[in-house]
């Protein structure tokens, strides 16, 4: 990170830190080993598949706390800060961190946000 750029990092770290917690979300690569010997036809995919699952779980999770009025966003500091993370918690080597959620109360509504026609993004055949 340029030093230059930094202060608005440190802005928004701040805000997390004043934040409730953080979900961290990780994807076990012993697994993803495992499953890439043992089918080596689709060797390339699980990696691509376990983030997909990693995707699917941050999204549920990320609902269930706007459910339960709670506010979140998806922040992605890794793999800058990896290391530090596994050695802070002593968490497996093998654990490949995703995702970082920061979340706690709501301070303000988010702001309006345009979306492009969903007739650009969606293809109905019949
Ligand atoms: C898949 C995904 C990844 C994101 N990664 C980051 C990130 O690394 N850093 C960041 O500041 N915001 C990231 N965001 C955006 C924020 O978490 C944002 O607060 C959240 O998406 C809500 O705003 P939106 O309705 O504009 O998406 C990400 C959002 C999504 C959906």
Redesign the pocket.
């Known amino acids: 990170m340029p030093t230059e750029q930094f202060e608005g990092t440190a802005q928004?770290m701040a805000a997390f830190k004043a934040g409730a917690g953080t979900v961290l979300f990780f994807e076990d690569q012993t697994v993803v080993e495992k499953l890439q010997a043992n089918f080596a036809a689709y060797a390339d995919n699980f990696p691509i598949w376990s983030n997909q699952s990693s995707?699917m779980l941050?999204h549920v999770v990320w609902t269930a706390l706007a459910e339960a009025g709670v506010g979140?966003?998806?922040?992605?500091?890794n793999p800058l800060i990896d290391e530090e993370v596994k050695s802070t918690w002593e968490l497996p080597a093998k654990w490949k961190l995703i995702?970082q959620m920061p979340f706690g109360g709501i301070v303000t509504a988010?702001g309006e946000?345009e979306f492009q026609p969903v007739e650009d993004r969606v293809r109905v055949f019949k």
């Open positions: 928004k995707g941050q979140a966003s998806l922040q992605h500091y995702a988010p946000k």
